[in-house]
């Protein structure tokens, strides 16, 4: 078999850990197939092509075709390794001839988005996993192939290894998630580092997005990129989500909801007028998709009721509040640039603001290590005696460290072009300690303040900085460049 060849390999940024382990895979004697999944636009393709870029190789990448059509193509596709063309009348057959073909020499075989090939019925699944599982058995021991089945849709590939299944143990999991923010420095390394957050608070950590808008003016790329009905992301959360989802307006309407600032399920339902338990059991598939996550306040146990959904990706978030609402207005006549002027400039800090926070619990967590382990944030009932007045009813801290009961770091994020003054230490020190005194958390006596923010500070913090050991001032900068160390 001929060296597969990737004409843009040179091209491929990052993912250094997960490509490790598929080489360190690759050179073992393991025959245990992968089973790599993550959500759409993750770049998992890329990184199976970079893979395979120099070894013996096929790439059999499933479309939505009839069966046979399918099947038809990867015969043809497999038929220069095995010098005849092979006839694949099913799933067994496939994976028989693809065992078969690297019967005397090492090779890769990647069947990307397998579920397609699987039928629609559980019990036709179930029969064809099964004739799949007997291949496997059969043939696995006698061929050196190195078998890649990789998906989109999470929960089908999961369920795949699930005990019940036929192929439980036959496969090896591989999640391929989001970049953090420091694995996307190679799509960001020509920005300052307040560009550099905004920049990753809108296109979140999907390579496609950071490919897209990780260059260039804002302005200019968002206009031309995203607000553009002939730009490569004018559609692409429909594209991504049509694909995944039956009954895509609902999960819109959801969608929408959360990118705007709902976050519990009862204001969710209300503004997307669906009752609650619908609401919730449509949560629950978009979050078995990576879509959106549950969030609980720090402290909280992981079986805790409530807690806040959210978007997972930045740059849906970014898509469902600033284009979504208007695409009918922009197809109509309505300037891109009008509507950043009006809408989304205005609102950008806002959108970045949930990122940053993010970013500074990161920061925390890597500075803090020693004094807390577990970081996130908080929110919870104010103190009682200002709900009885009705002068507070919540509280909400940004980034809250924890030692088992007991808070010992305690830190406020604000993505404004404001300074930040000195009330938001009077805030900490009479509302939100209270707060977390009531509800049952101890207050170290060393504990640290952490200020973030992007406007700076005014001349009575940074005077109270070098004065008081317990607070420190972290400047933008110093979060984006300790990130990406």
Not at 226 to 233: A, M, T
Request: net charge neutral.
């Amino acid at each position: 078999m001929d060296p597969y060849k990737w004409p843009l390999v040179d091209e491929f940024l990052d993912r250094e850990d997960e490509l490790a382990r598929l080489e360190e895979w690759w050179a073992s004697p393991e025959r245990m197939p992968i089973n790599m999944y993550g959500r759409r636009r993750v770049g998992k393709s890329w990184l199976l092509r970079r893979l395979a870029h120099g070894k013996p190789a096929v790439i059999l990448a499933s479309e939505r075709l009839a069966p046979g059509t399918q099947l038809s193509r990867f015969a043809a596709l497999l038929e220069p390794g095995l010098g005849v063309r092979p006839e694949i009348g099913d799933l067994a057959t496939l994976f028989r001839v693809a065992f078969r073909l690297a019967s005397k020499t090492r090779a890769l075989i990647v069947i990307d988005e397998f579920p397609w090939l699987l039928p629609g019925a559980e019990a036709e699944i179930e029969r064809a996993l099964s004739s799949i599982q007997a291949v496997v058995e059969e043939e696995r021991d006698s061929s050196q192939l190195k078998l890649v089945l990789c998906g989109s849709a999470i929960s089908q590939m999961q369920a795949l290894m699930s005990e019940r299944g036929p192929l439980h143990g036959r496969l090896r999991a591989l999640e391929v998630r989001p970049l953090r923010y420091q694995q996307a420095r190679g799509f960001l390394d020509t920005l300052d580092p307040v560009q550099r957050i905004e920049r990753f608070a809108i296109t979140g950590g999907i390579p496609r997005y950071l490919n897209e808008l990780g260059r260039g003016g804002l302005e200019s790329v968002i206009c031309s990129r995203v607000l553009d009905r002939d730009g490569p992301l004018w559609n692409e959360a429909r594209a991504v989500l049509e694909q995944e989802l039956k009954q895509p307006g609902v999960y819109f309407s959801i969608l929408e909801q959360l990118a705007t600032g709902a976050k519990e399920v009862e204001r969710i339902a209300s503004g997307a007028r669906i009752e609650n338990a619908t609401v919730s059991r449509y949560l629950a598939t978009l979050a078995g998709l990576q879509i959106v996550h549950r969030k609980l306040p720090a402290g909280a146990a992981p079986s805790s009721r409530g807690g806040h959904w959210e978007l997972s990706d930045p740059f849906l978030r970014f898509w469902f509040r600033f284009v979504f609402p208007f695409q009918t207005e922009l197809e109509t006549g309505l300037r891109a640039e009008d509507l950043w002027e009006s809408v989304v400039k205005p609102a950008l800090n806002d959108h970045v603001a949930p990122t940053f926070e993010d970013l500074c619990r990161d920061w925390t967590c890597a500075s803090c290590g020693r004094t807390a382990q577990r970081f996130g944030s908080w929110w919870g009932h104010a103190r009682n005696d200002l709900r009885r007045t009705r002068e507070r009813s919540t509280e909400e801290i940004d980034i809250v460290g924890l030692s088992g009961r007991r808070v010992r770091v305690i830190g406020e994020c604000r993505w404004r072009n404001k300074a930040m003054d000195g009330a938001i230490l009077e805030e900490i020190e009479h509302y939100k300690l209270p707060a977390l005194r009531q509800a049952g958390y101890e207050i170290d006596k060393d504990l640290q303040v952490l200020l973030f923010s992007r406007g700076g500070y005014s001349s009575a913090l940074r005077k109270a900085d070098p004065e008081n050991e317990r607070l420190r001032l972290v400047g933008v900068a110093e979060v984006a460049d300790r990130l990406q160390e």
